[in-house]
């Protein structure tokens, strides 16, 4: 008894020791990392020179790495901070510059790009150069989460206007940009995509998350503003993907894999921000959705940060259960493959938002799913359920506020004299790392600051969702597409057409589309695949099994958004 009495006390000592530590840096960090914020976004912003109104830089860096351009992602993230800020009534000053970042995005939508035109794809052109125009070099590109986190600012700041008498702006302005979003989330979620990082081409969980709740937004919106022709389709397609979301989870592995390919483990800082950004408190800890405090969730962010243990030095000696810095995802080696500021406070946001839903609950759940996670806390601790007023759930609360501050001590060690976030810093001696004044990190200190002092964003519609018994997926509208192409063959020879999309076997040609001789020496067949979507494909020659390829390049095609298109090819 003695020696529990002394060892609680010494808990206790350092538990005030570190949140004091905390507060102090929060309290010098939030001014900095405020201005730090609104220093990148244009036309006035301090380090965003060129860039135009309502544009969000990435980062003043414009060499190794060059970041001087603008991201969807990143700039919705970025703004639905200030939204947040906004609405909560924080600072009125920040609606002439939300109301510039509209304005932006609507030109942005608008700007022809590699991924195709307005409604040919190229809402899923994933950055710009920051006097609205297109980037057109190389890049990993569609990213179909952009769209989605867009609609999800504007909808967040739509929302606020019509409770303050502001409908015509919501349906004349913010809706048209809104709706052009949610219908690319809703006929292209099922297309693969480069994922947050812009590394693989598959499926990715934050991509599918946060593509799940803009459509329930919207959905919402749209009926509140009486739009409801789109209500049904939009609820349709969240339901798919409501229903994809759930194979992400391994349950061997008890985590979430983040993307369905790039052969790696699938641990990944990803679906960290996933649970963040798509956090609503009303939902409580709802495994469906990953939650925050859902058993899923806690489980994964336990893998996820004992995967940094071990392999940054600046790690070593750290015990087992009390925090570290955590980068993107254990295999990484961009700039040198080190801890993100981003990351580390995520995972404190992570541990926040539960805390705020476990109060609001009155009680905290212990499930197999989640023992691991919890015996970091209390090793004795057993599954069941934990009412507010019992000495367990102070014990395990009191430790995981703690160990929470424990991520923000740790970047706070990392953090310059002067407060400046880059991105990374470096895994053997804390140095920062990559371009400097990233945005996306000062946000990211904002929002985990507030999600500290128990801030939580509007609700999104996330509580009590089912989650359909089977899945099904949604190509979205299909156009017939008749490939014609002259090919002279001899006996027994057949001409195909194999492509990079389903509809034309993913490239392998066991499942090539068989082209009909009827007018030879002209081959055809016609195709349904998706509208508005580009799509690579070759003709093979097939004899007795054997196949032969024409020549390279691949063919290219971007279909229309409705009606037929007609192909007229020449063998080569
Ligand atoms: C926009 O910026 C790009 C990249 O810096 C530059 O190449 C282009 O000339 C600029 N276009 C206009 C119209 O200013
Ligand atoms: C509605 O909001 C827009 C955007 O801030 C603003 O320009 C407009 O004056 C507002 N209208 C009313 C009636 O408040
Ligand atoms: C705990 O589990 C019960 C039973 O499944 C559920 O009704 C309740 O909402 C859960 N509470 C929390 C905070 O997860
Ligand atoms: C939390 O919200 C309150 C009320 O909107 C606000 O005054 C406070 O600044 C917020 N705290 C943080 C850290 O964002
Ligand atoms: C499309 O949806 C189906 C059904 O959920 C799923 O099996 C498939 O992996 C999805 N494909 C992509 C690329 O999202
Ligand atoms: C293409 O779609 C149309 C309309 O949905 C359908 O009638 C037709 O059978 C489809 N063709 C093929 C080859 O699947
Ligand atoms: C054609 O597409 C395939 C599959 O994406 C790719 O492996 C190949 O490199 C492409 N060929 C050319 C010449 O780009
Ligand atoms: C292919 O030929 C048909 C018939 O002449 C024509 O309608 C169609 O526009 C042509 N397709 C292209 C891409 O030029």
Known sequence: MRRFVLSALALCVSVVAQSSTVDSYISTESPIAQAGLLANIGPDGSKSSGAYPGVVIASPSTTNPDYLYTWVRDSSLVFK??????????????RTLIDDFTTAEAAIQQITNPSGSVSTGGLGEPKFNINETAFTG?????????????????????????????????????????????????????????????????????????????????????????????????????????CFLQSYWNPTGGYITANTG?????????????????????????????????????????????SFRSIYSINSGIASDAAVATGRYPEDVYQGGNPWYLTTFAVAEQLYDSLTAWSKAGSLNVTSTSLAFFQQFSSGV?????????????TLTTAIKNFADGFIAVDATYT????????????????????????????????????????VSASWGAAGLAVPATCS?????????????????????NIYVSGSVGALGNWDTSSAIAMSAANYPTWSVTVNVTASSNIQYKYIRIQNGAVTWESDPNNSITTPASGTYTTNDTWR
């Open 416 to 455: 310059p004299s002067g407060g400046a976030l880059a991105e990374q810093y470096g895994r053997s001696n804390g140095t920062p790392v990559s371009a400097v004044d990233l945005t996306w990190s000062y946000a990211s200190a904002l929002t985990v600051f507030a999600a500290r002092a128990g801030n």
């Open 138 to 242: 190389a890049w990993g590109r569609p990213q179909r989460d952009g769209p989605a986190l867009r609609s999800t600012a504007l909808i967040t700041y739509a929302n606020w206007l019509l409770a303050n008498n502001n409908a015509s702006y919501v349906s004349n302005t913010l809706w048209p940009i809104i709706k052009l979003d949610l219908d690319y989330v809703s006929n292209n979620w099922n297309q693969s995509t480069f994922d947050l990082w812009e590394e693989i081409d598959s499926s990715s969980f934050f991509t599918t998350a946060v593509q799940h709740m803009s459509l329930r937004q919207g959905s919402t919106l749209a009926t509140a503003i009486g739009q409801t022709s789109v209500v049904s389709g939009y609820n349709t397609q969240a339901d798919n993907l409501l």
């Open 262 to 306: 790039g052969g790696r483990s699938g641990i990944d800082a990803n679906t960290v921000l996933a649970s963040i950004h798509t956090f609503d408190v009303d939902a409580g800890c709802d495994a469906a959705t990953f939650q925050p405090c859902s058993d899923v969730a806690l489980s994964n962010l336990k893998v996820y940060v004992d």
């Open 81 to 94: 901070t200030l939204i947040d800020q906004f609405t909560a009534g924080n600072d009125a000053s920040l």
């Open 473 to 493: 997926g949604n190509s979205g509208p299909t156009v017939a597409v008749t490939f014609n192409v002259d090919a002279t063959t001899v006996e027994g020879e």
């Open 382 to 394: 057993t599954a069941g359920s934990y009412a507010s007023s019992t000495s367990t759930y102070s």
